[in-house]
């Protein structure tokens, strides 16, 4: 390392000294803590943003964010060259770096990480982070913290996006290594057209009676609900936004996506009065008619974002109950998703028809985690298709997804998205250009098309809940279905989360994408034996990496016997026996 880079280092790490007596792990979704202690972790993420730009050669993200957690809570986490999470081998690096005590073993671990990934720091060659934050109070000073980072390597260069959401960021980065454009603009553009080339081949467009006019979002207070504000225009559909950030209300604070899937009631700022007219139907005899006469709904679609954007669930309000609501949660969006695709791929199977269509089995596969309700997993299956197994978060997923020609992965709290493969995405274009030589306005051709629009609208990088959003919004019109009919795909199996405090939750260790504890020692054994009072129950433990708790999930065949697998489950996370 050059004199001039040393003295760099040492005299900006100085002003970053690390918490005493706090251990930070890079999570299931990079740091997050109380953001008061933040400053030198995000300071040393922008150093490893730049090491890993300089060692990519590649145009690397850092986003300042802690999702749907507490407003006072902060973290920060790395975007990695294809726009997805940060390579799970330099995680390590992340850990080693975030806790090193002192600027002089901090100059030690960093000169490690050049010489273990061979990064030329010779001056010859440039880096460029790209910094996002989300709308938390304490981004702005954690955003210098960033800048001060990534400045004190030679040769890199930040660029700040300002307010954005998560998956703006994700796809910005993909973009721009793609050399593609990557402005909000391009974003915005880029959303819009294809969500409107998805409108214009609607099929039935009479069908959409069914669907209610208004969307309403629930942002959760944070970014999301601005974003959607900035392109609504320009997409022809009626959306009101609530928990926009711009009121009194507090982020993720009794709002947002993981509040309404883990609570299951209606968001603040959501009543009674948000039930829409069911789409009913009477049979009625009048002058002479007799016949069933349709009501089409109104009002009754709502949405929730999480504060960052990166996931969304839908609901509808039961009027009955106060603040019940029926959850439309990520396993159902993952199943609409699925279906809609299915389809297509099935009517452009039939193209075969000998006009020079060129064969391709296009691989799906399906991804969920444990979390998933068991009833999508029968659903998804019963459609024939394969669904793999990963562990909480979403780079596991991402990464199986990956593997396939169409990958759809959704967690159930609403974060996933669907990944086309380059080969398929080649094929589709060459047999859109078959297709429109032979058989133009096909229905072959037309799935073709809808195919490819479903790849530019849903991020290819990220999560992402305003894409999810219209593309939710796109096939349910496709299908002239309201919510609740969407809802009726098939029935969620009852479930319980709970979060247990416990002194360590690392001494919980999981095996089998997390269905199985294996330590501490003969806990799985007792979990085994409170499922065995249940006929058909489910029941795990997790460590949650992003919350200093161990989760706990149960289901069952009723609402009060999932809850009381889950009470019982907890109580031996909880009892002296195990984890004390
Ligand atoms: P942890 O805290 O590791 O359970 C939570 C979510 C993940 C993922 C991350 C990132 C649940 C049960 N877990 O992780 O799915 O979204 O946050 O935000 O919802
Ligand atoms: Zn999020």
Redesign the pocket.
């Known amino acids: 390392m050059k004199e001039e880079q040393l003295s760099l280092l040492l005299k900006s790490s100085s002003k970053f000294p690390p918490p005493l007596g706090v251990k930070l792990s890079y ?3 990079g740091f997050r803590a109380d953001a008061s202690i933040l400053r030198s972790t995000v300071f040393r993420v922008g150093i490893l943003a730049a090491l890993r730009s300089f060692q990519t050669k590649s145009v690397i993200g850092l986003m300042i964010t802690a ?2 957690n507490v407003v006072s809570d902060n973290g920060v986490k790395v975007a990695d060259p294809s726009g997805g999470m940060l390579t799970q081998d330099w995680e390590p690096f992340a850990d080693s770096l975030a806790n090193a005590a002192d600027p002089h073993h901090l100059l030690q671990l960093i000169n490690e990480i050049i010489k273990k990934e061979n990064i030329p720091l010779d001056g010859t060659r440039s880096a460029e982070i790209l910094l996002g934050r989300d709308t938390r109070p304490s981004g702005e000073s954690l955003l210098e913290a960033a800048k001060e980072g990534v400045s004190s390597i030679l040769g890199a260069n930040f660029f700040d996006i300002g307010v954005v959401t998560t998956p703006q960021l994700h796809w910005m980065v993909r973009q721009r290594n793609l050399g593609l454009k990557a402005s909000e603009a391009d974003y915005f553009e880029q959303l819009s057209t294809s969500f409107r080339c998805l409108m214009d081949l609607v099929p039935n467009k009479s069908g959409m009676a069914n669907t209610s006019e208004k969307l309403i979002l629930d942002g959760a207070n944070g970014i999301g609900g601005e974003k959607l504000e900035m392109i609504k225009e320009s997409l022809g559909l009626v959306i009101e936004v609530r928990n926009s950030g711009k009121g009194a209300g507090v982020l993720n604070e009794k709002v947002g996506a ?1 509040f309404v ?2 609570e299951k009631i209606l968001p603040r700022s959501f009543g009674p009065n948000d039930v829409g007219f069911r789409s009913a139907e009477i049979f009625a005899v009048v002058w002479g008619f007799r016949g069933w006469i349709k009501f089409g709904g109104g009002g009754d679609r709502c949405a929730s974002f999480d504060g960052d954007a ?2 969304i669930v839908y609901f509808s309000v039961i009027q009955e109950t106060g603040n019940k609501i029926n959850l439309v949660d990520g396993d159902k969006i993952l199943s609409l998703f699925a279906l809609f695709i299915k389809e297509q791929i099935s009517i452009l199977q039939q193209g075969k028809d000998g006009k020079g269509g060129s064969e391709y089995h296009a691989r799906i596969g399906v991804v969920q ?1 444990a ?1 998933a309700n068991g009833a999508s997993t029968d659903y998804l299956k019963r459609l024939g298709l394969e669904v793999m197994f990963t562990p ?3 780079k596991y997923l991402h990464e199986q997804a990956a593997a396939y020609d169409i990958g759809i992965y959704f ?3 609403g ?1 996933g998205t669907v990944l086309f493969s380059e080969k398929f995405l080649s094929w589709l274009e060459e047999r859109n250009h078959e297709l429109s030589s032979v058989s133009i306005g096909s229905e072959q051709q037309k799935a073709a098309l809808r195919l490819v629009a479903v790849s530019k609208l849903i991020n290819q990088a990220a999560g992402d809940a305003l894409s999810g959003l219209l593309l939710v919004e796109a096939i349910l019109q496709h299908m002239g279905w309201s919510v609740n009919k969407w809802s009726e795909l098939y029935q969620d199996l009852p479930s319980r ?1 709970l979060k247990v405090k416990v002194l360590d939750r690392k001494a919980v260790v999981t095996t089998n994408a997390e269905t199985v504890a294996v330590e501490p020692p003969g806990i799985q054994e007792a979990i085994n034996a409170e499922i065995a009072k249940y006929t058909q129950g489910r029941s795990f433990i ?6 200093d ?1 161990v ?1 706990v ?1 149960a289901e069952a065949p009723t609402q009060e016997e999932a809850d009381s697998l889950a009470k019982s489950v907890a109580h031996l996370v909880e009892g002296p026996e195990y984890l004390k």
């Open positions: 999570g299931t979704s999702s749907h993981d899937q883990k990166d996931r985690t979390y909480t978060g979403v967690e159930a709290n974060h989360q997790r460590p949650s990496g992003t919350e708790v989760r999930y």
